[in-house]
């Protein structure tokens, strides 16, 4: 139990609802004593009201019809329910009427409103009482012309009665309020205990290997939910980034296992075949571009799996996408025309986004390699590719589109993997990891690649957030 | 037709002692007898590299890590330092930042296998003034170190280029050969330009990429063949010699005609 407690002391929410208890509970006897007071404050003020009505009504009486009238009318009122206390007193402070049997004497020679109740005996009280059993009042004490000193007081046992019952009230209220607050946290703090063992359940399992677990999810949407849910989402991106390291193993193992076999074979059967100087001179060529093209492709492979896990490769800074298309066009312009392609530029001005040059360029120069290599009509028309800047809604479009024969639907997905080619025979020079770069820079961009029918032909847009 | 007559220098041509190398380079200005230090912890990857600068008719030295590096190119004078980027007891970019505290302005190659666009980025600001990712032709950093050792500073550029009878206007932006005029596109201009800035050494695909287009990485298609040609079509087509010429396994050299 106790341990249990100090657990629960740790919850952040359980100390902090401890602490507001507190303040609350502070803030409540204050209010306590301020109203208990400004009741008894505001029950005094009316008592003082009547008294100085009562006053100044025997006053009346006792300028008409002189001292005895005075004395009788005093009677009169002390019979009365809830009678006021009246005192006539000579200078001395000796008692000569009333219905007050004992007091201090100050009171009675001293004009004006008593400071504070003070204490005295009626006529039913018992005699020798302490201080503090003996009833209370408050009076206003007055001279007459002939040397004699009327008071007259209430009894205030009511406010003082009354206080209590106000104090008892809120305190038994306030001690309700804490327990209860106290056990409405006690059980909140065990549910966030217990999400929170939940939690550590779970990344426990995690960690022991099974990777498809994730976190409880109540939806509640609380921050509970809040936090698994990004805990969540950060394991997708780890096994995301896992498989796809895999897959780069893999491919590497398939891919580059094969030209590295063929590089063998040929020098293999070159040096079987006994070469003289220029053929071994011609051989040597062939394995120096044949390993200048696994480099090439290990290269790419490198880079999209440091691109893919994040942006902590490349810098990513403003960037004028026009400027971007513009220079792309001009490097790639000639290298069209040479193979008998038309290349189209349409762009639009000033379209910016966050973005780094190189490898948008890069993304971009693959796509139109891409284009110019496999994007030609079959019918024999004259091959055209169209890159295309586009900007709206926030968003930037780069597209490259040909009129060729296009990517079957069913295929559009994979194309986008690494080592995956249309073109089974691979008669054509590529390493089938074009798209899957620009898909990659696309994604560190926080953009898309999307791969459309252009009617006839591929339209390849690079869509990214402008800036 | 060009490539024939281009394809005059190829690499492996070059004399082989370094007595003959020296008369070689005089006759055929070629850039020759640098004193490069090789700042290679790798021992057979040091090794070639030095014999092959012996061959191309330099002067190379070598130190196996960083420290050692540091000290050689603090007490020496060189015309090119070679760093690897990872080096025992001191790396590469750490001993090139030391040395460019001390004032020391050599040009510095760095090598490296990190090849991602920041990693160059942050090799360049420690200092290096060039960056070539393993694995590399040896071709290629042969072009790179002989450009690098006989750079013109920018405070030193002239505004007026000449090869033989090719001349280039940097200010009114002018192209004659043998006082005709030829009209050329900005980045041709920018070609052409960057090639007479080093006439006569031998500058590859991948420096033309990197100066004249600002990009590091490596197309597919080869686009600067075409650009070179169509800049060829346009300085060499009418006359007898061609200025611009393919060396072939390596890049392209602008050389004035041999004078016969």
Request: hydrophobic share 40%; aromatic share 6%; glycine share 8%.
């Amino acid at each position: 139990m106790w341990n249990r407690l100090r657990l629960l002391w740790s919850v952040t929410a359980v100390r902090l609802s401890v602490a507001y208890t507190l303040a609350f509970g502070l803030l409540a006897l204050f209010l306590v004593f301020y109203m208990s007071g400004s009741a008894v404050q505001f029950l005094t003020s009316q008592y003082r009201d009547a008294i100085e009505r009562e006053a100044a009504g025997l006053q009346l009486v006792y300028e008409r019809r002189g001292i005895n009238a005075m004395i009788r009318e005093m009677e009169f009122r002390s019979r009365g329910p809830g009678a006021s206390l009246y005192v006539v007193a000579d200078k001395e402070g000796n008692i000569l009427a009333g219905n007050v049997r004992d007091l201090d004497k100050k009171i009675l020679i001293t004009n004006g409103w008593t400071r504070h109740p003070f204490p005295y005996d009626g006529f039913g009280d018992q005699t020798n009482r302490k201080d503090d059993e003996r009833s209370r009042a408050v009076a206003v004490t007055f001279s007459l012309p002939d040397a004699m000193q009327v008071m007259v007081g209430k009894d205030i046992g009511d406010p003082d009665r009354f206080r209590n019952i106000v104090r008892r009230a809120l305190g038994l209220s306030m001690t309700m309020m804490l327990v209860a607050g106290f056990l409405i946290w006690f059980f909140l703090g065990r549910r966030a205990l217990k999400r929170i063992d939940m939690v550590s359940r779970s990344t426990e399992r995690i960690m022991a290997g099974d990777r498809a677990e994730r976190l409880p999810v109540t939806g509640a949407n609380d921050e509970f939910d809040r936090l698994s849910a990004r805990m969540n989402n950060m394991l997708d991106r780890i096994s995301t980034l896992d498989s796809g390291l895999r897959d780069v193993s893999d491919s590497i193992a398939h891919d580059l296992k094969t030209p590295l076999t063929r590089l063998r074979n040929k020098v293999e059967a070159a040096l079987a075949s006994d070469p003289g100087k220029r053929e071994a001179q011609d051989v040597l060529n062939e394995v120096i571009a044949d390993s200048d093209s696994i480099i090439k492709t290990f290269n790419a492979l490198l880079m999209i799996s440091r691109v893919e896990s994040g942006s902590q490769v490349a810098e990513l800074n403003g960037l004028d996408l026009t400027e971007l298309v513009h220079d792309v066009h001009e490097l790639y312009e000639p290298v069209a025309e040479e193979e008998g392609v038309e290349l189209r530029l349409e762009t639009a001005p000033g379209v910016k986004t966050i973005g780094n040059r190189e490898l948008l360029a890069q993304g971009l120069t693959n796509l139109l390699d891409n284009s110019l290599k496999y994007g030609r009509p079959e019918n024999g028309n004259p091959a055209v590719v169209t890159l295309r800047l586009e900007s709206g809604g926030g968003k930037a479009v780069i597209s490259v589109s040909d009129n060729g024969p296009g990517i079957p639907s069913e295929h559009r997905d994979k194309v986008r993997e690494r080592f995956h080619r249309l073109d089974k025979s691979r008669s054509k020079p590529g390493s089938g990891l074009g798209l899957a770069l620009v898909e990659a820079v696309a994604k560190l961009h926080s953009g898309t690649l999307e791969l459309g029918d252009s009617e006839p032909g591929l339209s390849a847009r690079l869509v990214l957030p402008a800036k | 037709m060009h490539e024939e007559q281009a394809a005059a220098l190829p690499v492996s041509t070059r004399p082989a002692t370094a007595a003959a190398a020296f008369l070689y380079c005089s006759i055929r200005d070629y850039v020759c007898d640098m004193k490069i230090l090789v700042i290679e912890d790798d021992q057979e990857a040091a090794d070639y590299l030095l014999k092959a600068f012996r061959e191309a008719g330099h002067n190379p030295d070598h130190a196996a890590d960083g420290l050692s590096g540091l000290h050689m190119a603090q007490s020496n004078s060189y015309d090119v330092l070679i760093v690897d980027r990872m080096l025992p007891k001191l790396d590469g970019l750490t001993a090139l930042q030391e040395l460019r505290s001390e004032g020391d302005q050599t040009p510095a190659l760095i090598l490296s296998a990190l090849g991602q666009v920041d990693d160059r980025v942050k090799g360049l600001r420690s200092g290096g003034d060039d960056y070539l990712t393993k694995p590399y032709a040896f071709s290629e950093l042969l072009a790179r170190v002989e450009v690098l050792a006989r750079r013109v500073k920018p405070e030193e550029a002239e505004m007026q280029l000449r090869v033989g009878d090719l001349e280039l206007d940097r200010l009114s932006r002018e192209v004659r050969r043998g006082g005709n005029k030829i009209l050329l596109q900005p980045r041709e201009f920018r070609l052409l330009e960057y090639l007479m800035q080093n006439a006569g050494k031998v500058v590859t695909r991948t420096m033309l990429l990197e100066e004249v287009w600002d990009y590091h990485f490596d197309p597919q298609t080869n686009v600067i063949d075409v650009h070179i040609s169509r800049l060829r079509s346009k300085i060499d087509k009418d006359f007898d010699t061609a200025m611009l010429q393919t060396v072939r396994g390596a890049g392209y050299i602008l050389k004035a005609p041999a004078e016969a």
